[in-house]
T-cell receptor, first 112, second 117 residues
């Protein structure tokens, strides 16, 4: 069983839709959670990061963490064609010198 | 914000030759650098972790004599793929960590697409 499970998609939605992306994890020691966006043939870019359970909002993006269920989500409101990318969840026990553990990534396609 | 510059963005080389990929942290000192490999439609797979001035720690299954990592300074880390073969063709990405970043301090390079012919 992988430490982090993420539906690979692809997920296709019409422009303006609300998108929900999810990851589950098995290691209860994970404390920090991140969402990255990766365009084709580019490096990942950080979208959101959270530490505690609950919601964190940044513009059209909302990150949600439920540590009791070991479940994290990223919501994208008013999705745009420019949001079409692969979204990777990532998590870590502590920061600094340890590598992130990534989900497999979900490919999102927003249709104009 | 923190920027990691990775070069080249793409390279084609002949089988049996070596290729060097560079990652530079432009505005911060990268105490730790992570090197990943990504195959098409797959997630990032950690290859090795390097701390400045120390030997790199390789993940299981990654040949340290084939993938040479040098982290001689706080702003530069290099990955050299030696005696490259077609199966080494992949997307290689570096990620730098620095204690002074705040947040969670992981910045990624833009990646290098290696094609071995």
């Amino acid at each position: 069983q992988k430490e982090v499970e993420q539906d690979p998609g692809p997920l296709s939605v019409p422009e303006g839709a609300i998108v929900s992306l999810n990851c589950t994890y098995s290691n209860s020691a994970f404390q920090y959670f991140m969402w990255y966006r990766q365009y084709s043939r580019k490096g990942p870019e950080l979208l959101m990061y959270t530490y505690s359970s609950g919601n964190k909002e940044d513009g059209r993006f909302t990150a949600q963490v439920d540590k009791s269920s070991k479940y994290i989500s990223l919501f994208i409101r008013d999705s745009q064609p420019s949001d079409s990318a692969t979204y990777l969840c990532a998590m870590i026990v502590d920061t600094g010198r340890r590598a992130l553990t990534f989900g497999s990534g979900t490919r999102l396609q927003v249709q104009p | 914000g923190a920027v990691v510059s990775q070069h080249p963005s793409w390279v084609i080389c002949k089988s049996g030759t070596s290729v060097k990929i560079e990652c530079r942290s432009l505005d911060f000192q990268a105490t730790t650098m992570f090197w990943y490999r990504q195959f098409p439609k797959q997630s990032l797979m950690l290859m090795a972790t390097s701390n400045e001035g120390s030997k790199a720690t390789y993940e299981q299954g990654v040949e340290k004599d084939k993938f040479l990592i040098n982290h001689a300074s706080l702003t530069l880390s290099t990955l050299t793929v030696t005696s490259a073969h077609p199966e080494d063709s992949s997307f290689y990405i570096c990620s730098a960590s620095a204690a002074q970043h705040g947040g969670y301090g992981y910045t990624f390079g833009s990646g290098t697409r290696l094609t071995v012919v």
